[in-house]
Antibody, heavy 119, light 108 residues
Framework: EVQLLESGGGLVQPGGSLRLSCAAS????????MSWVRQAPGKGLEWVSA????????SYADSVKGRFTISRDNSNDTLYLELKSLRADDTALYYC????????????WGQGTMVTVSS | DIQMTQSPSSLSASVGDRVIITCRAS??????LNWYQQKPGKAPNLLIY???TLESGVPSRFSGSGSGTDFSLTITSLQPEDFATYYC??????????FGGGTKVEIK
């Protein structure tokens, strides 16, 4: 079965750190660019970060630049997001998503992992 | 950065209605525009990519149009399972991407 499974979310204090993981299965992970997209409670979707198939190109939203780091392990079919200097407005459900095709549409999503930043 | 503006932010419609949701980009994105449907508690689902191409398995009552800066998603004959929130997303500035604010389609 083709799927993405996120893990690593939880409750963290402001200024804290967390590492999210996204395990891919059922497709050739190393061939696809991947992204993290988040959704604050009751709010819309916000693209957070993307990484190329080979892992050599990375991009970040301005809201997380310098605090979050995306990476991937193609030998273990896993995507990561390192979150540092967390703030209350980083509280959200974090989805990993695979983008495919020339138009980089997200045609596969995980179920999400919740990050709550609170003291 | 390219800003994506959807309108309306919400609408009420009845089963069988024709619904049109619009998405405007702050600068041209040619046809690098994708549409998603999200139901409560679920991850988004891709409906349309490249502004007009229906994703495999998506009902033909969904269609997309537009190019440049102005786009629309049309649902002809709204069905009960179509009540959801819809998002547009641009990939013109890939790898940096952005979503519209969403349009919630509610039952009248």
């Amino acid at each position: 079965e083709v799927q993405l499974l996120e893990s690593g979310g939880g409750l963290v204090q402001p200024g804290g750190s967390l590492r999210l993981s996204c395990a891919a299965s059922g497709f050739t992970f190393r061939n696809y660019a991947m992204s993290w997209v988040r959704q604050a409670p009751g709010k819309g979707l916000e693209w957070v970060s993307a990484i190329s198939a080979g892992g050599f190109s990375r991009s970040y939203a301005d809201s997380v630049k310098g605090r979050f780091t995306i990476s991937r392990d193609n030998s273990n079919d896993t995507l990561y997001l390192e979150l540092k200097s967390l703030r209350a407005d980083d509280t959200a459900l974090y989805y990993c998503a695979e983008s495919s095709g020339y138009y980089e549409a997200f045609d596969l999503w995980g179920q999400g992992t919740m990050v709550t930043v609170s003291s | 950065d390219i800003q994506m503006t959807q309108s309306p932010s919400s609408l009420s419609a009845s089963v069988g209605d024709r619904v049109i949701i619009t998405c405007r980009a702050s600068q041209t994105i040619t046809n690098y525009l994708n549409w998603y449907q999200q139901k409560p508690g679920k991850a988004p689902n891709l409906l349309i990519y490249a502004a007009t191409t229906l994703e495999s398995g998506v009902p033909s009552r969904f269609s997309g149009s537009g190019s440049g800066t102005d786009f629309s998603l049309t649902i002809t004959s709204l069905q009960p399972e179509d009540f959801a929130t819809y998002y547009c997303q641009q990939s013109f500035t890939s790898p940096a991407l952005s979503f519209g604010g969403g349009t919630k389609v509610e039952i009248k």
